[in-house]
């Protein structure tokens, strides 16, 4: 199984602040949505709490949360206790790759474990409180980047990178 994590970074790391998005760029938004489709998404209580109720669960994804929360409820989701549960549990359902989908301390617990890394780089820097955690450039390979420009709808220009672990599978 591919386990993979998809992020959208500000050059300084800055993933969010306030338990919230710190840009608004409707391009990554479906970007995010047509890569996650129809796979697993890991992700954190507290980032699970910051999608919109209307959004809850993500849908056309089965939304995994992981949680030190032993009595936590999420209505239609699978609760975990660690990122490994989490990994199991969609390994135990034949998932071919897998999406960890944040937050901060998510990522930071997932990294050692990823093969691929689906990183929206957005060309700015921005004050934040949750950062995505650094990787060593020397153990990736960049296998595709696409340029965004800014424009009517984006504040910001960024690029969507996918990065590969060397010698991985």
Known sequence: ????????VATN???GKDNDLVW?????????METTKDHYVIMGRKNYESIPHKYRPLPNRTNIIVTNQKKYKAP????????????DYAKEHAQEEVFVIGGGQIYAQSLPLAHKLYITEVKEYFEGDTYFPEFDNRQWDEISR???EKDERHKYEFDFVIYKRKATY
Request: with cysteine; aromatic share 6%; hydrophobic share 50%.
């Open 24 to 32: 608004r760029l409707p391009d990554d938004m479906k970007y995010f």
């Open 146 to 148: 696409k340029h965004h």
């Open 76 to 87: 239609d989701c699978v609760i975990t206790n660690t990122i490994e549960e989490a990994l």
């Open 13 to 15: 790391r800055v993933i």
């Open 1 to 8: 199984m591919v386990i993979s994590m998809i992020a959208a």
